[in-house]
């Protein structure tokens, strides 16, 4: 097995073959270019590299043309003709035509086996990012997770996270107290966007059976790494949610996954899509989670490789941690376009044999400007590459060959099946009917001692009201009883009662 992966050439005969060093895939890349100059076969062709190498490959399929992966090319197909010349012309001497082995997924069950996490895993800071919450928003939402924990409610699905915002803004009070103010203004506008976010399909996410990160990191039976694509085409009329789930599952691999240090290949491989979606907007904390994540996950040995549109959608402390880049070609129409223009051709190493900044511009569909790490980590000159032509179908698959590929799957009826365990939603719930029947328990308690009372009274008026020491002992407990009693009904049907029943019960059943 090689120790690199062959990108392109240049054909020119100076252009120097761009292989991508597998020791230090995990440093992370980068892929640009505007719309149609090739970044999607770029992707291709790097996902069918990686898989042959026994390296597992996530990727998002935003326009559906990457699905061809599960589908050896053919000689049939019309750029059948192209791709044999250019890989002569680039000095890819054993390319043949193959299929990779893919795992479909997609958040709405549709094009893929479903994928879901729980509301917890998914952790108050993404959830904010997610529903655009106001910074009190997001202080409110942080006091309903640290209730949750301590309360002992579990927060797996959206009507989990309903029922607590209704526990938490009848319980605002004691809670304001404790952590801080907690506004019922606030409770609401989470709860409207939890309800926008459940209309964008966001319920389809959250729930039980969770992704289980082993199944994105299998190899198949001839050791080659698993592709899992997930169908994105739909999912990107929510850009937030499509965002806001990529980078939770790049913050689960950053969490789950032990130190590896340097491995001699990376243990996974992430393609961000329209990764200026991540960024658009984004709060100072969110960027810097990322920042975080990018710098420290290749130590998990993750390579992590965004695409866009502009080196300039990817903030400046990010870009620097990128040292593997394909630079499709840039259009430079207007003042600010060739501004980001020159900025993008000084962060490569200059090549003295032409101008960085004219071949970005000039280069032709399926070519590219290329830097690759080269030993010890140092970037490579910049050279102009043919990129390689894909093994796999290029473009969509059918229908047919889709259902094939998920009736073959080896996860098949794993995460078909919603599982709809004990959670906050059931243990409020069965709180509500525990302090529903204490009431009417006191109560009915309340009304036999007033019937006990009235009883005595009646004995006393027909035996002239004398009675014994031992009758005045007992009338003397049967009315520190019936105090008792009346004290505890007084307080389940005032204030603290009412709260009681109305917070857990009546709101949570009323609202629904």
Known sequence: ??????????????????????????????????????????????????????????????????????????????????????????????????????????????????????????????????????????????????????????????????????????????????????????????????????????????????????????????????????????????????????????????????????????????FFDEAHLLFDDAPKALVDKVEQVARLIRSKGVGVYFITQNPADVPEDILGQLGNRVQHALRAFTAKDQKELRQAAQTYRDNPRFSTEEAIREVGTGEAVTSLLEAKGIPGMVERTLIRPPSSQLGPISSADREAVMAASPIRGKYENVVDRESAFERLATRAAEAAKAAADAEAAAEKAKAEERELQNARRYDGGSIGSSSTRSRQSDSFGESLAKVVVKELKGTTGQRIVRGILGSLFKAR
Not at 79 to 86: G, I, S
Not at 127 to 148: H, K, P, T, W, Y
Not at 217 to 242: N, Q
Request: net charge negative; no cysteine.
């Open 1 to 270: 097995m090689s120790e690199q992966i062959f990108v392109g050439g240049g054909g020119d005969g100076y252009s120097l073959p761009q292989s991508l060093l597998l020791k230090y895939a995990n440093r992370h890349g980068l892929i640009a270019g505007a719309t149609g100059t090739g970044k999607t076969v770029t992707l291709q062709i790097l996902a069918e590299s990686f898989s042959a190498q026994g390296v597992p490959v996530f990727l998002s399929d935003v326009k559906g043309d990457l699905s061809g992966l599960a589908v050896s090319g053919s000689a049939d197909f019309k750029l059948h003709d192209a791709f044999t010349k250019r890989a002569a012309t680039i000095g890819f001497t054993d390319y043949a035509y193959s299929a990779f082995p893919v795992t479909f997924w997609d958040l709405f069950g549709e094009q893929g086996h479903p994928i879901r996490t729980t509301v917890s895993e998914m952790g108050p800071l993404l959830l904010s990012r997610l529903m655009d919450l106001s910074e009190a928003q997001e202080g409110v939402l942080n006091i309903a997770f640290r209730a949750s924990d301590e309360e002992g409610l579990p927060l797996l699905d959206l009507k989990d996270l309903q029922a607590l915002l209704v526990w938490v803004g009848e319980n605002g009070k004691e809670l304001s107290l404790r952590y801080g103010n907690v506004s019922t203004s606030s409770v609401g506008a989470i709860q409207r966007a939890l309800l926008v976010l459940e209309n964008q399909g966001g319920s389809n996410l959250f729930g039980e059976p969770a992704l289980e990160l082993a199944d994105m990191m299998r190899t198949d039976i001839d050791g080659r790494g698993r592709i899992s694509i997930l169908a994105s085409d739909r999912l990107m009329a929510s850009p937030r949610l499509y965002a806001t789930f990529l980078l939770w599952l790049l913050s689960e691999l950053f969490e789950e996954l032990p130190e590896v240090g340097d491995p001699d290949k990376p243990k996974m491989v992430f």
